[in-house]
């Protein structure tokens, strides 16, 4: 069953795609400084198709990325979530996310991967998921890190390390983790 319904953690109210968050995501997404280290949108048009193409991914899969708010104020400040790349699907279920600059080093970002962990491997009983990251994008690293993924290998056709984290490892509370709730 696909995740239309909001959801929200602690800080987060999580939700699929708007068209009028499309503008507002592009603000963020066109930064060239701010995606240094993940997909930088050319264009309004080229940001819109990729988002929307995500999106689409929630009814053939169950689940998509999510527009992430601020719970206090409900401001978009971001995108990100469980997914599979649509340009890219043979990578399989992979968390990724973006958020404005204002909202970094808070640990929203860690935040949000918990809740994707926690969905993927309870609510969707995958058995494991992906995250790839720029070897130079040392905070980005350190929240796969914290939230239990593993690193792979550098994947030269993304230019990108490629970490994971499965079911049996990555249920948080679980002995192998050595974490709890």
Request: with cysteine; glycine share 6%; hydrophobic share 40%.
């Amino acid at each position: 069953m696909p995740t239309r319904q909001p959801t929200q953690t602690l800080r987060l109210i999580l939700r699929p795609l708007h068209a009028n968050d499309v503008p507002l995501l592009y603000a963020i997404q066109s930064d060239a400084a701010a995606m240094r280290f993940t997909y930088c949108a050319p264009s309004l048009e080229a940001c819109s198709h990729r988002l929307w193409k995500y999106e689409a991914m929630r009814t053939s899969h169950g689940f998509a990325p999510w527009v992430v708010l601020d719970r206090s104020d409900t401001k978009l400040i971001g995108w990100g979530g469980l997914g599979v790349d649509p340009l890219d699907p043979d990578w399989g279920p992979e968390i990724s996310y973006f958020f404005h600059p204002a909202y970094w080093g808070r640990g929203l970002a860690t935040e949000l991967v918990a809740h994707c962990i926690e969905h993927a491997f309870h609510t969707l009983v995958l058995s494991e998921v992906s995250a790839f990251a720029m070897p130079e994008n040392v905070a980005s690293i350190r929240v796969l890190e914290k939230s239990g993924f593993t690193f792979l290998r550098y994947e030269p056709s993304l230019a990108r390390n490629h970490y994971r984290i499965s079911a049996d490892r990555g249920v948080l509370g679980s002995p192998s983790t050595g974490r709890s709730r």
